[in-house]
């Protein structure tokens, strides 16, 4: 009689114990879906997080609304946009920052090349890829200078080409600058030679030869073969001047 109680009192307990660590764990994942519910880019997440979520809800495209439109309106989307917002796609991605760790990203992009990024990004944090900032250009009230000089990858921005009246291809949401300010913009306006964003001066010229760029996209970069891969053009590659941060779609 007395070992059954025995038995029975182990029972108890070892069943107390899991229940505890179930609602533990459960909390933890509560917390972390919180997290991922609200998805402010720039938030630092866990593996294990990312785990618990599920990932394939962290790559993800969207229909442009709320929240979304409301910080897109009068900066990246305006009156006289060439596209409208059902053309345009809100994007979650992850990808590493520049310690390496998991952060939540986002971008706005045509609903013809969403798919493309969603599989060109999942590649790249799958790789352990470093991206330092992926956040919506609205945040630096779609200045580009002020983005590109904050190191942060963006897409759609309904703009004109620097120095001319054409709309870029940002503007119809069919081009990506990724890690700007390491691979910068150079070209020659008015006989003058001009560098987008200004601080990334020290890393413009003679890139081929140098091993000091951080985040710098050549030939031989991972990022460069996954956008030609599924199509894009680089910018590295003009001949009257350089958008080393430039990837865009041709329809
Ligand atoms: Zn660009």
Redesign the pocket.
Known sequence: MKLTLFFNSILLFTCCFFMSMGMYAQSVSVSAAIKFEKWEAGTVVDESEVQAYGIDKCFKAEIIKGATLNRMWNKSYKEGCPIGRERLRYLKVLHRNADGKTQLGELVCNVNIADKLLRIFRKLYDAGYKIEKMCLIDDFDADDERSMAANNTSCFNYRVVSGTKTV???GYGL???LNPRYNP?VHTLNGVRMVEPANGKDYAFNRSKRKDIPYKIDTNDLAYKLFIAEGFSW?GNWRTMK?Y??F?YRR
Request: glycine share 8%.
């Open positions: 870029s291809k940002h081009a990506i600058d913009y910018g958008d941060q430039h865009d």
